[in-house]
């Protein structure tokens, strides 16, 4: 079955920048979304469609795309943004696939 | 406003049957895909089932193939998941999500679910 792979953990300090990515063989067919969920809630979309920042998300988080990798930056990195990351895309055979999460801790 | 409201959790033992259910407002299923995704203790999100918004379509996770089933009934505008054949693994909170295109853009609160005996 298809994967998405994430890395486990990231950590920064405040102020500064985190990236996160996520590696798929079909990411450059397919886009992918990425999701913030802190404890005990419902997780919220932060990028669509790769780059894309829906309304109400600070401006900070961004995304890129590279190959088979794609790429969750969040810039100025604020203690309210310790949280798990998720990245979702789909193959041709299942409409969703998420990554297995990394765990975002502001030092 | 849109909001998604998941009932029917609770305990189970192996073996067992659940059904979930899903009541949508602020918006008719009919227009929308809708997914069922689960989130064990501690672990990450695991998407379980799928039905197109015209009902045409359903898909599932390797996982739940051939022992879950996903429904609606558009005249009470609800979603449900009909789970059969219960294992401990199965042990989740569940999430009702509405589909936009090829993301999930509303979330319900989730109901959890503990398969033990």
């Known amino acids: 079955s298809y994967e998405l792979t994430q890395p486990p953990s990231v950590s920064v300090s405040p102020g500064q920048t985190a990236r996160i990515t996520c590696s798929g063989d079909?990411?450059?067919?397919?886009?992918t979304y990425w999701y913030q969920q802190k404890p005990d809630q419902a997780p919220v979309l932060v990028i669509h469609?790769?780059?894309e920042r829906p309304s109400g998300i600070p401006e900070r988080f961004s995304g890129s795309s590279s190959g088979t990798t794609v790429t969750l930056t969040i810039s100025g990195v604020q203690a309210e943004d310790e949280a798990d990351y998720y990245c979702?895309?789909?193959?041709?055979?299942?409409?969703?696939?998420f990554g297995g999460g990394t765990k975002l801790t502001v030092l | 406003q849109v909001q998604l409201v998941e009932s029917g959790g609770g305990v189970v033992q192996p073996g067992g049957s659940l059904r979930l259910s899903c009541a949508a407002s602020g918006f008719t299923l009919r227009n929308y895909d809708m997914h069922w995704v689960r989130q064990a203790p501690g672990k990450g999100l695991d998407w379980v089932a799928f039905?197109?918004?015209?009902?045409?379509?359903?898909y599932y996770g390797d996982s739940v193939k051939g022992r879950f089933a996903i429904s609606r009934d558009i005249s009470k505008n609800t979603l449900y998941l009909q789970m059969n054949s219960l294992r401990p693994e199965d042990t989740a909170v569940y999430y009702c999500?509405?589909?936009?295109?090829?993301?999930?853009?509303?979330w319900g609160q989730g109901t959890l679910v503990s398969v033990s005996s």
């Open positions: 079909a990411l450059p067919k397919q886009y």
């Open positions: 979702q895309s789909a193959d041709n055979n299942t409409p969703w696939v």
């Open positions: 999500v509405r589909g936009e295109h090829d993301y999930g853009d509303s």
């Open positions: 039905i197109r918004y015209d009902g045409s379509n359903k």
């Open positions: 469609k790769d780059v």
